[in-house]
């Protein structure tokens, strides 16, 4: 058997109509937009709260909520989406619902365990995670439906894998979270496994995840990176 003759579509046992009917189904069942609300809404609340400056219990605390928050929609849709809905057509559907249990629980723990991490030295990096969190939550549900995908069919924040791993890696640029490298892999081997299967069902947003990943990456080494000084060129006072 030649194993190199195998390619992306020949993992992929089902046509783009089957694939958004299952997400119609998943959505129209409940599972979806049962979450996707909610969780946006409260996103949207609590980045306000972060955002605003304010010293009261829940701004100091929306950092956590935040995490705890994006963790519980990692596990929701490990159980509701991959283990649920997607099991019976994906032959890969229960090993993605443990990586996405795995790392709803890395971000539980990062949440209740790990203390704050001090503000980047950077700070465009953290510009860029509110681009990707615009992305997740407004910019790609409107991008699908743009290109003919019924509201139905829509993968949102919080319910749907692809917008849930595009914003948590832009929470994870805008919060200052330590050992936040921890929580980085599984959504960027998401994205790329969801442009590789976008590009297999010709979705017309196929590198949009890919784009994503790659400025999340540019980002988070961004961050890390601390800016060069070049204030001190002159010679060192003498000390006299």
Do not use: K
Not at 6 to 28: C, I, K, M
Not at 73 to 85: P, T
Not at 143 to 171: E, M, R
């Amino acid at each position: 058997m030649d194993w190199f003759s195998y390619g992306p579509a020949d993992l992929v046992p089902f046509s783009s109509e089957t694939w958004l009917g299952l997400f119609g189904r998943y959505n129209q069942e409940g599972l979806g937009w049962v979450v996707a609300g909610p969780a946006t809404v409260l996103v949207l609340g609590l980045l306000v709260r972060f955002a605003g400056g304010r010293t009261d219990w829940l701004s100091r605390a929306s950092p956590r909520l935040l995490l705890a928050l994006s963790g519980c929609c990692w596990l929701w849709i490990a159980w509701a989406f991959f283990h649920q809905a997607v099991s019976t057509l994906l032959w890969a559907a229960d090993w993605l619902a443990w990586g996405f249990a795995a790392q709803g629980l890395v971000l539980l723990t990062a949440a209740s365990l790990l203390p704050p991490a001090r503000d980047p030295a950077n700070r465009w990096p953290r510009v860029v995670g509110w681009g990707l969190i615009v992305v997740a939550l407004i910019g790609a549900p409107l991008l699908a439906w743009s290109t003919g995908q019924p509201p139905q069919g829509i993968g949102w924040f919080g319910s749907g894998p692809t917008p849930t791993a595009v914003g948590t890696l832009g929470l994870l640029l805008v919060l200052p979270v330590r050992l936040g490298w921890l929580l980085l892999p599984v959504p960027l081997i998401w994205c790329l496994l969801a442009g590789m299967l976008g590009q297999v069902l010709h979705d017309p947003l196929w590198p949009l995840p890919l784009m994503c990943a790659l400025v999340a990456l540019l980002g988070w080494f961004g961050m890390h990176t601390r800016p060069s000084n070049n204030t001190n060129h002159g010679c060192a006072p003498s000390g006299h």
